[in-house]
């Protein structure tokens, strides 16, 4: 088996197991997302216990796995290595917490209930994909700016 | 008000445990969703397989609950266009924020990285902030 078709396996279980934690954990369910949230009122702290289901789990996962040399199908691991906290950090979060509070979905639980067939999914996911590009064409142009390089023109 | 289900949560919080430490061992990658998301389709084309891959077992796992768990897929309670806001927001926050629930919630914390427990801390915040404020201005139905 070549190492891409080994990774794409990797890939595609990891994601297949991933969607299946989120539905059972009730990530896909943005009415418990918007009850976890909801610490002043209907409070519903279910979802704190998937993230400390996840977080044990991947904690000794990720001390066991940084003990070899390479993980199993590529030749190093690629992990973040940034440490400094700056403005666009704290704002992209903030940003991006207003969002989830304010439907209730995040990416991973949007993506899953899409391939449910779910019309609010689909719409959440499609302007979602549309933030993404605005925010990568933004910041294009701003690595431009800091260049001071032209744009390549096709 | 919705049910407390610790023990269904704790599961699925183990098996996301799980299935981040398998593209961890396997490929020594990070599976943090809105970044495999945004580059599997504006990312470097050589870098896009394994990316697609992932978000097909996302979506797929989606279809199959049709099937095992049809209760699991709820809808949301805001009207659509309030669900198109988000979906702009989330975009763009995931990208300047480096990471949504799964990169920095699941496997920054796991990595005690100091950008990934100030992002969540963040994004908690400002979430709940959300919650309370939509809930005080009438639900956003």
Known sequence: ?154 | MTLFTPYASLAGGALIGLAASLLLIGQGRIAGISGIASNALLGKPGDRGWRAAFLLGLVLAGSASLIFAPAAVGHSPRRLALIAVAGLLVGIGTRLGSGCTSGHGVCGVSRLSPRSLVATLTFLLTGALTVTLVRSLGGGA
Do not use: N
């Open chain 1, 1 to 154: 088996m070549s190492r891409s078709t080994q990774q794409w396996l990797t890939a595609f279980a990891s994601g297949l197991l991933f969607g299946a934690g989120l539905l059972l954990g009730g990530m896909t369910d943005p009415r418990k997302v918007i009850g976890f949230l909801d610490v002043a009122g209907a409070w519903d702290p279910s979802l704190a216990f998937v993230m400390l289901g996840a977080v044990v789990v991947h904690f000794i996962a990720y001390r066991w796995a940084r003990g070899s040399a390479s993980p199993l199908f590529a030749d190093e691991f690629a992990i973040p290595k940034l440490r400094h906290i700056d403005a666009k950090l704290v704002g992209g979060s903030a940003v991006f917490g207003v969002g989830w509070g304010l439907a209730g979905y995040c990416p991973g639980p949007g993506i899953v209930s899409l391939g449910a067939g779910s019309r609010d999914a689909l719409v959440f996911v499609i302007t979602m994909l549309i933030g993404m590009l605005l925010s990568v064409k933004y910041e294009a142009r701003q690595s431009r700016a800091s260049t001071g390089a032209q744009p390549a023109r096709a």
